[in-house]
């Protein structure tokens, strides 16, 4: 039964003999077989020059630094100016930058002069 790929038998008999046959179509066909993937080689990796530290430079200026955490942006936008300069003179609550801070863009504004 299973040889012939049968799938279904029907018998009448009463006035007439009758049989009927029903045959799976589909036949056994062997999954693909991926070949072995060789493991990956560890790769040896030397670090020829760290990146150290920079020297802070000493200023007797105080410094500004930023209230949060985010992307930092010296212009209002590409190709515009900056707001400022290193080394520029600032004014209390000139916007030194803009901290975009969860899709926020926050001014950043001197404290002092």
Do not use: H, W
Not at 18 to 40: S, Y
Not at 66 to 90: D, E, H, I, L, R
Request: proline residues 12%.
């Amino acid at each position: 039964f299973a040889e012939a790929n049968i799938s279904k038998i029907k018998i009448k008999e009463q006035d007439g003999f009758e049989i009927e046959l029903e045959r799976d179509m589909c036949c056994d066909v062997p999954a693909p077989v991926c070949p072995p993937v060789p493991a990956p080689q560890p790769i040896n990796v030397s670090v020829v020059n760290e990146a150290q530290p920079s020297q802070s430079v000493k200023s007797n200026k105080p410094s500004i630094n930023s209230p949060m955490v985010g992307t930092f942006y010296q212009a209002p936008s590409p190709g515009a100016a900056p707001f400022v300069k290193v080394g520029s003179t600032v004014k209390k609550g000139d916007t030194i930058a803009i901290i975009e801070a969860m899709k926020i863009m926050n001014e950043i504004e001197a404290e002092f002069d």
